[in-house]
C-alpha cells in the first residue's frame, strides 16, 4: 500500500511512495506526529539521480524488517533536495560541522522541535568498513532517546546554537576593484592543472562559472593567461569521457584529473552551464571546437531534457539496465571493442576504437572504454566518422535508457533559458530560441503566481508547493534578461523587474548581505545564507548579477545599489577562494565594464540592417553589455528612450558610465566598440 509520498510532485518522493517505510514528507504535520508519539524523526535527504540514495533505498528502505522497526520508533520524513534546497542546506550544515564531511543520502535524526543531534549520510546494511549498519545505527538512537533524553536534547541544543553563532554579515559596502580581481586570476593559475585543464585534483567538477570570470577578465583587460586557462580547460573536458561524444551534453563530474570517467549523471544545470560558456568561447575565440559542444549541448538538452510542457527536466540517472535486469552505472554509455564490432563491423570498428579511445582493457569496469577523443597524429576521414557516430548512437538508443527526473525547477530553467536564447542567437538556430521562450512562458504560467512569487517547481504541468528560494528568483530574472536581449521583447525585462524586487524586498538584511530564503518563508532552525558558488551560481552572486543588468537597462539606482552591495562578499572571498565565487567575479568584471548599454534603434523589426546590428551587439564581449533592440519611440525598454534613427537607418547606441559614443550605423564600428579593452 503507498504511504504518503504517492501524492508529491517530486519524482525523488515517488520512487520512495511504495517502500513499506510510512514516509511522511516534510511538513509540520509530521513533526506534530512526532510529538504525539514522543518518538525522534528520521530526516533522509536525497535526489532522483543520486546513485547511493538508489542504493540505500533498496538496501534498507525496502528492507521489511528495517521499515518495521522505523515504523515503530520514528517518524520518517523523506526530503527532495532538489525541491527543498533551504532543508538541505541547513542540515547539511549541521552534517559538515559535525563529521567534517557530507554528501547524500543525507540521514538525520532530530528531535520533534526539528533540532538535529545524530548525523549521517550513506548507512550500509551490514557493518562495513568501520561504518556501522543502519539498523544498527537506528537501535542507538532510539535506545538514546529512550534512556538518555536530557544528553540529547542537550546535544540537539547545542548544535542548534552552534550553527546561530555560524551567521556571518558577508555584505561590504565596496564591491571589488581591479586589486582583488587580479589577485583572484593569479590564486586560480597556482590552482590551475596545466597538463589537464581544471582546477585542483581529483574529483573534478566543470568549471563553469570560474571560466565565465576568465573569459571576462580577458575581454576587459586583454590577459592572454586568463583566456588560455579558459580555452585549454573547455578543451580537456570536451575530448573528455565526462562528454558525451555521441549524443551530446556533459556528466556530472570526472572521478579522475584526466576528465576520462565521469560519475555518468546528467544534470540540467550542469548543461545550461556548459553551453554557455561554450558559447562565450565561441564568441570569442571563433574556435570550431567550442561552437560545435555549445550547439551539441543545446540539442541535449531540447531533445532529451524536455517536458511535454516546454520545460526543461531537472536530470538524467546515471544508472540503467546493463540488458541483464541490473542497474548498473554508466551502462548506457560505454562501449567494449567487441560492441564496436558487433554494431560496425570489423574495419570501422578499429576506426572508431583509435578515434574514441576505446581499448582492450578499457577505461572503465569490465573491460568496458568511456568514449573520448585523444589528442592523435594523422587525419581522420570526417564522412567516415560521421557516419560511425550515427550508427553508434542509433544502437545506443537502443539500449534501455536512464531513467529522468522529471521535475522543472525554475532556477535551473532559467539558467537552460539564458543559454539557449544566446546560442541560439549566435548560430541563427531559432529553434533554440524558440525552446528558451517555450521554457520562459512555461515558468510565467505555471510558476509564477498573481504576486510575482515563485514556485519552485513543477511537474506534469502541475505546481508544486514550494516556495522558490533566491536562486530561482535571480536565475530565471537572468534566464528572462537575457531572453530580453535576444528577443527585443520588452515584457522579458518587466518580468525580471518583478522578481528582482522581490529579491530587493524579501531576501535582504537591509546592509546588503542576502539569505537564501525569503522573509517570509517558513523558519527553520537557521535562516540558510551561503555566498559560495557550488554546482550552480549561489542565489546571492546570480542575484548580484540579475540585479546589475537590471539597472543598466533601467537606469534603476537601487537596483545598481543592491548589485554593488552584494558584491562586498566577493571583495572578501575572490581573492581566498577564487574557484568557489565565480559567479560572483564574473558579475564583478561587469560592474568594472559598466556594464555597458547597448541600444539598437529600427525602422523595422524586419529590417535587415537593424538585424545585422543587433546581432552584432549580442556578439560583443564586453563583459555583461546588455542589449536593447526595437523600433523608434518604442516604449519596449528604457534605453530605446531618445535614441532617433541615423538619417533614416538603423543606428547602435553604446553608452558606458552615463556617457555614450556617437551613433553608428556601421556593424563594424560597432564591433569596435564592444571589443576595446577598457581599463577603469
Known amino acids: 500500500m503507498p504511504n504518503r509520498l504517492a501524492h508529491e510532485t517530486s519524482p525523488y518522493l515517488l520512487q520512495h511512495a511504495d517502500n513499506p517505510v510510512d514516509w511522511w514528507p516534510w511538513s509540520d504535520e509530521a513533526f506534530q506526529e512526532a510529538r504525539r508519539r514522543d518518538v525522534p524523526v528520521l530526516l533522509s535527504v536525497g535526489y532522483s539521480s543520486c546513485h547511493w540514495c538508489h542504493v540505500m533505498a533498496h538496501e534498507s528502505f525496502e528492507d521489511g524488517p528495517t521499515a518495521e522497526f522505523l515504523n515503530s520508533h520514528f517518524v520518517s520524513v523523506k526530503v527532495d533536495r532538489e525541491e527543498r534546497p533551504d532543508v538541505d542546506a541547513v542540515y547539511m550544515e549541521a552534517v559538515q560541522a559535525a563529521t567534517g564531511q557530507g554528501g547524500w543520502p543525507m540521514t538525520v535524526f532530530l528531535t520533534p522541535d526539528a533540532e538535529p543531534f545524530y548525523f549521517g549520510t550513506y548507512f550500509p546494511p551490514e557493518p562495513r568498513h568501520g561504518m556501522p549498519s543502519f539498523r544498527q545505527v537506528l537501535q542507538g538512537v532510539h535506545q538514546a532517546w529512550a534512556e538518555r533524553r536530557d544528553e540529547v536534547t542537550e546535544v540537539a541544543g547545542k548544535i542548534v546554537r552552534d550553527l546561530a553563532g555560524r551567521e556571518i554579515s558577508y555584505g561590504d559596502a565596496q564591491p571589488p576593484g581591479e586589486a582583488e580581481l587580479g589577485q583572484a586570476l593569479l590564486g586560480l593559475t597556482r590552482e590551475y592543472d596545466p597538463q589537464r585543464g581544471g582546477f585542483g585534483g581529483a574529483p573534478k567538477f566543470p568549471p563553469s562559472m570560474v571560466i565565465e570570470f576568465l573569459l571576462r577578465h580577458h575581454a576587459r583587460t586583454g590577459a592572454d593567461g586568463a583566456l588560455e586557462m579558459a580555452r585549454d580547460t573547455c578543451e580537456r573536458m570536451a575530448r573528455g569521457g565526462i562528454y558525451d561524444q555521441l549524443g551530446g551534453g556533459f556528466a556530472r563530474y570526472s572521478v579522475d584529473r584526466e576528465w576520462v570517467v565521469p560519475h555518468f549523471e546528467k544534470m540540467l544545470y550542469d548543461n545550461a552551464l556548459l553551453c554557455r560558456v561554450y558559447a562565450h568561447l565561441w564568441r570569442a575565440t571563433g574556435s570550431d571546437l567550442a561552437g560545435r559542444v555549445a550547439l551539441e549541448t543545446a540539442d541535449f538538452m531540447v531533445r532529451e531534457l524536455r517536458t511535454a510542457e516546454g520545460g526543461f527536466a531537472s536530470a538524467l540517472d546515471a544508472d540503467s539496465d546493463d540488458g541483464t535486469g541490473r542497474h548498473v552505472e554508466g551502462a548506457y554509455y560505454v562501449w567494449t571493442p567487441a560492441q564496436l564490432t558487433e554494431v560496425l563491423g570489423a574495419d570501422d570498428a578499429a576506426l572508431a576504437a583509435q578515434y574514441f579511445g576505446v581499448t582492450e582493457e578499457g577505461t572503465f569496469e569490465h573491460g568496458s572504454s568511456v568514449l573520448q577523443l585523444p589528442q592523435q597524429e594523422g587525419v581522420f576521414d570526417a564522412e567516415r566518422i560521421a ?107 518587466d518580468f525580471a523587474g518583478l522578481l528582482l524586487d522581490h529579491v530587493i524586498t524579501r531576501f535582504t538584511d537591509g546592509s546588503g548581505s542576502l539569505y537564501d530564503t525569503a522573509a517570509d518563508a517558513e523558519q527553520l532552525i537557521r535562516r540558510p545564507q551561503d555566498p559560495t558558488d557550488n554546482a550552480t551560481p549561489s542565489g546571492w552572486t546570480a542575484a548580484a548579477g540579475a540585479l546589475l543588468s537590471y539597472a543598466a537597462h533601467t537606469g534603476s539606482e537601487p537596483h545598481r545599489g543592491a548589485a554593488e552591495h552584494a558584491l562586498g562578499v566577493v571583495k572578501a572571498l575572490g581573492p581566498r577562494v577564487p574557484r568557489f565565487v565565480g559567479w560572483g567575479l564574473a558579475a564583478a568584471e561587469a560592474l568594472l565594464d559598466g556594464p555597458r548599454e547597448v541600444a539598437v534603434v529600427a525602422p523595422a523589426l524586419t529590417d535587415s540592417a537593424a538585424k545585422g546590428l543587433h546581432r552584432t551587439a549580442l556578439l560583443g564581449t564586453a563583459p555583461g553589455a546588455v542589449v536593447a533592440f526595437g523600433t523608434e519611440r518604442s516604449d519596449e525598454f528604457p534605453l530605446l528612450a531618445g535614441r532617433p534613427l541615423v538619417d533614416g537607418a538603423p543606428a547602435a547606441y553604446v553608452c558606458r558610465n552615463f556617457t555614450c559614443d556617437a551613433p553608428t550605423t556601421d556593424p563594424e564600428r560597432l564591433r569596435a566598440a564592444l571589443r576595446t579593452v577598457l581599463n577603469s
Open 387 to 493: 557516419s560511425v557516430r550515427e550508427r553508434l548512437l542509433a544502437a545506443r538508443d537502443g539500449r534501455p535508457a536512464p531513467g529522468r527526473d522529471d521535475k522543472v525547477v525554475a532556477a535551473w530553467n532559467g539558467l537552460a533559458i539564458a543559454a539557449l536564447a544566446e546560442t541560439g542567437t549566435y548560430f541563427e538556430r531559432p529553434d533554440l530560441v524558440e525552446a528558451a521562450v517555450a521554457a520562459a512562458d512555461l515558468l510565467v504560467r505555471l510558476h509564477l503566481d498573481e504576486h510575482a512569487r515563485l514556485f519552485r517547481t513543477s511537474k506534469d504541468g502541475r505546481a508544486g508547493a514550494n516556495a522558490g528560494v533566491l536562486e530561482d528568483y535571480a536565475d530565471v530574472a537572468e534566464g528572462f534578461l537575457a531572453l530580453a536581449s535576444v528577443t527585443g521583447e520588452g515584457v522579458w525585462l
